[in-house]
């Protein structure tokens, strides 16, 4: 089943291409690396799918669902800036989400926040940058949706919390959803991923399976990634 | 939803709101007491009482500016800065997101507007005015005289357009804030531009509207006695202020719609 | 047990050279039941897509079967096992003996080092210690005081200088884990288990074996 489809992808800003004729097709059931370095378009692709921009040209589907509210029930996006009301508490955004979205299981927030040693009780701009990411991130999580977009899920996190993150990612693997994830970190994540996408200035240069690269080039994807965009 | 919505929307904002009212609560309950104090017909409680009105006054505008562009602020940390990440993601359609904003920033300026009328009306009472002699038939002379309506009927009109007018109020900013959103740089400073663009073209076109009808009835040669002149003056004034009011809250409103409906465009 | 996945080589032959392993070693016995994809993804920390080609691909040359409600077994085929297991050690034994032609021994020059090597081992009891931070293997040695000139089976302890890899690849020095041989004998039926053998019940300890 295909999750996602992007066809031909645009997205212009006056005279700067942020992406360029960007299609791409993502099954169910992977862990999709989007790789590429800084002003690559990593992040504009993952907000225009989530409903934040408004492409220049081109389409993009959830699901077969166009980018509005339908897709937006089957998509959670993790950005990579806090975004939460700062005068909120952790409790009451787990309120908030519980609110507002069918899928989100507080039982399993509050398990992770308890993992993560976070106080529910704690304002959120009381929070230090990395603990506030992990709520976002644990609030992200949480949902049962069916494509998830995590902009840099593990950069301002402690490497014992990027273990647990990505145990926390398998774990939540299931057949009929799957996980886009950007990250610059990838000798902590490649091991996870089963789909790699490489980008550049706003294009896509590869998208493959992970271990048909290892096999192919002999080499981690890190590696890879360091000779092909070698500065 | 959109009751959801709206429910957030106030948890967020009853606090700061709550205590800008209550601070004005308590400064007209002061108002009050000092003025029944300053009662006695003393130079200096006179002055006193002079100066407190003036201050009062000038308190009372700056809680109502303070409430109208803390909505407006609302509006624009919540949709368009890292909190936009978050409300436009949500399975939500862009209509349900303004009148959320809409509904709970309406009650809030109506709200305060309201406060602010009672208490006015307090301190008048307060001031023992109404306790002089024939103030009462004083007044009502001096309404027909200047607006040419009994009170009741004057103050109906007036709550109205008051209301009408924190309805166009609060349009006029949230509509500043979308347009600033179409430009591609500097959007805060450009809703900021379009809010004073729309007020100053709106005082404009409120004024020739309603200098217009006493000026025709100038120009047709009903001067004569100045009562009547007034009467007329100012009799019209009400009417018409409501309905540009009206159009203008209209025109914001429908333009406010179209504008959420594009595809937000968030940095 | 961690288990140190290489990212240069496709992570899915490396689960199914561990699991191999694990079960030469004896830490599965023959009818054993795995965990279920999930709970190994989760262990390895590898993506369940991954986890599955590996154990779909043990299935398919018999080393593991799958009953459809209860999950995967590991054979009952104890000479598939066995088979297994010298097909590992020959290929083990044959890139030593390459890399040590390398080094211009010859073949006296290996067999006294070997027994030198097998008889200073006997003394030393493997014993758990880490090497230089490193996590190692977690396969059990068992020290052999035999070398079979007989048969052509040459069991050979682990050099810590080379990792052994099978499936061919070329044997390059790595700063990385070092993985060891595995020599564990399930089997009772060997006449020729000398004293330091470890019985199964020390298998799967984290050991390394440190040549002086």
């Known amino acids: 089943m295909i999750l996602l489809e992007c066809k031909n992808l645009t997205k212009q800003y006056g005279f700067h291409t942020a992406l360029s004729h960007v299609s791409l097709q993502v099954g169910s059931g992977h862990i999709v690396g989007l790789l590429g370095p800084n002003g690559s378009g ?54 908030f989400f519980e609110d507002f979205y069918v899928d989100f299981s507080a039982d399993c927030a509050h398990d992770m926040l308890d993992k993560l040693d976070i106080d529910p009780c704690c304002r959120i701009k009381s929070l230090s940058k990395g603990t506030a990411e992990k709520v976002q991130l644990i609030l992200t999580m949480s949902r049962q949706a069916s494509l998830y977009l995590l902009d840099e899920p593990i950069a301002g996190v402690d490497p014992a919390a990027r273990d647990y993150i990505l145990r926390t990612i398998i774990s939540n693997y299931n057949e009929n959803a799957s996980i886009l994830i950007s990250t610059h970190l990838i000798s902590d994540i490649e091991n996870i991923l089963d789909e790699v996408i490489f980008i550049q200035h706003g294009s896509i240069r590869a998208h493959c399976p992970v271990d048909s690269i290892r096999q192919q080039e002999g080499k981690s994807i890190d590696s890879i990634f360091r000779e092909v965009f070698r500065c | 939803m959109l009751a959801k919505l709206i429910k957030y929307e106030w948890k967020a904002s009853y606090k700061t709101l709550t205590a800008v009212n209550l601070t004005s609560a308590i400064l007209t309950l002061l108002g009050c007491l000092f003025l029944r104090l300053a009662a006695s017909s003393r130079e200096e409680g006179i002055l006193l009482s002079i100066l407190f009105i003036v201050f009062y006054t000038l308190s009372l ?9 803390y909505i407006y602020f609302r509006f624009y940390r919540n949709f368009y800065t890292a909190e936009g990440y978050l409300m436009h993601t949500l399975p939500v359609t862009p209509l349900q997101l303004l009148h959320s904003k809409l509904i709970v920033g309406y009650l809030w300026i109506t ?46 009109l007036f709550l109205a357009s008051m209301v009408i007018s924190c ?41 020739l509207v309603t200098v217009f009808p ?17 009467l007329g003056f100012y009799g019209g004034i009400i009417g018409v202020v409501c309905l540009t009011q009206l159009l203008f809250g209209a025109a914001f409103y429908a333009i406010c719609l179209f504008l959420m409906q594009r595809r937000v465009n968030l940095d | 047990m961690p288990w140190n996945l290489d990212s240069d080589r496709p992570i899915f032959i490396q689960i199914i050279d561990r699991i191999q ?52 077994f590991i054979t009952e085929d104890r000479e598939m096992i066995r088979a297994l297991r010298e097909q590992q050690g020959q290929q083990i034994a044959l890139h030593f003996l390459e890399n040590m032609k390398k080094l211009g021994y010859g ?4 067999l006294a080092l070997l027994t030198q090597l097998l008889e200073t081992a006997l003394h030393n009891q493997p014993h758990s210690t880490e090497t230089h931070g490193h996590s190692a293997e977690t396969h059990t040695h068992s020290a052999e005081t035999h070398v079979y000139s007989a048969e052509t089976h040459t069991h050979s302890a682990e050099t810590h200088v080379y990792s052994a890899e099978t499936h061919g690849h070329s044997i390059t020095p790595h700063a990385q884990p070092y ?19 470890e019985s199964l019940a020390e298998a799967c300890k984290i050991t390394t074996w440190r040549i002086p």
């Open chain 1, 42 to 95: 990593k992040t504009t692709l993952l907000k225009l799918i989530a409903g934040l921009l408004a492409p220049t040209a081109g389409m993009a589907y959830v699901m077969g669902e166009p980018i509005g509210i339908g897709s937006k029930r089957l998509v959670s996006y993790l950005p990579d800036h806090p975004c939460l009301g700062g005068h909120m508490r952790v409790q009451e955004a787990i309120h």
């Open chain 2, 61 to 69: 505008s700056a809680f109502n500016l303070v409430t109208q562009f």
């Open chain 2, 111 to 156: 709200l305060n507007s309201l406060l602010n009328l009672l208490a006015l009306a307090a301190l008048t009472w307060s001031s023992g005015l109404l306790e002089l002699p024939n103030a009462y038939t004083e007044l009502l002379i001096l309404y027909r005289y200047t607006f040419g309506a009994s009170p009741l009927q004057f103050s109906l």
């Open chain 2, 167 to 207: 309805f166009s109020t609060l349009m006029m900013g949230y509509l500043s804030i979308l347009l600033g959103q179409l430009v591609e740089k500097y959007k805060l400073g450009a809703a900021i531009g379009f809010f004073i663009a729309l007020y100053l073209g709106s005082q404009i076109i409120a004024s």
């Open chain 2, 214 to 230: 006493s000026v025709l009835q100038a120009l047709s040669g009903r001067l004569g006695y100045y009562g009547q002149f007034g």
């Open chain 3, 21 to 72: 392993a694990d079960i030469i070693a004896g830490c599965y016995q023959p009818g054993d039941k795995l965990p279920s994809v999930r709970e190994l993804a989760q262990d390895a920390s590898v993506n369940p897509n991954t986890m599955q080609k590996a154990l779909s691909e043990l299935e398919r040359t018999g080393l593991v079967y799958s009953q459809r409600t209860s999950g995967r």
């Open chain 3, 107 to 110: 073949k006296d020059e290996i």
């Open chain 3, 179 to 197: 993985n060891a041989a595995v020599h564990a004998q399930p089997e009772q039926k060997q006449q020729h288990k000398s004293s330091a053998q």
